[in-house]
């Protein structure tokens, strides 16, 4: 589930109980085990200050939250966000007379799970690190039904980071010799990829760790009628070599003996 993913990072990276902008679903703020709710009309300025991870020039900002409206109705309109947003009584964002800025104390899950993410990649991953999955294609979309540019942006760009840290962390499960959960890390990734190659590699080969060679050759001839029917393509070569079964030598004495017995007939018969 999204909820025990997010919670479950969050026990391993952040001490005491600090405010969490949670930005995988409809944004919210924690603080503890109390949720709070974000006013409607201040949810995108403090997302789009909070992706953006530096100070954010006021008048920018304005014209990007509402691009239809001229300086003096967007300056307005944000001045009217941020006091809704101070109305909660939450200290979210630090704002001057030219800059907006999350508050130092503020933690975004975005960043949790980016550094999760990270860890894996960069094979760095503690033990921690491999016990946690997003249970769930839904756990790997940030802010779903946002459709900004710089929200569709920032969603295909942590969508990507946690494909690739789910695909490392299942290789690196297999390595410890848990290939239970590594085919379970890889199908997270193809559920939310189906025609991602790479996600479906790492599936076929947590498969074979474990010796389920039916299993894998199953998932990738689940995989080759897709692609086909999708793109009318064929996957790599290197994928099919997975499941291919190996030739064995005294398989290619005998191929070779019959080529010779074939090609003496033919002598013969000319």
Known sequence: MLVDFVSSLMRIAVRGTPPVLHLFGEPFVTIGHRRMEVPEGSKRLLVFVALHRCPVDRRHAAGELWPDCDDA???????????????????????????????????IDMDVVGEWAARLIDGCAVQADLAVKPWGADALELLPGWYDDWALLERERMRQRLLHA?????????????????????????????LRESAQRVLIESHLAEGNQIEARRSYETYRRLLHREVGADPDGALACLVSPPVRPDSQRDAQLNGSDNRTRSTIDA
Do not use: H
């Not at 010799?177 to 990829?193: Q, S």
């Open 73 to 107: 109705r967007a300056s307005g309109n944000l001045r009217s966000a941020l006091w809704r947003l101070n109305g909660t009584g939450m200290a979210l964002l630090d704002a001057d007379k030219f800059t907006l800025a999350i508050e130092n104390q503020l933690v």
């Open 166 to 194: 789910l695909e490392a962390q299942s290789r690196q499960l297999v390595l410890a010799g848990r290939c239970a959960e590594a085919v379970e890390a890889a199908m997270v990734a193809v559920g939310a990829d189906p």
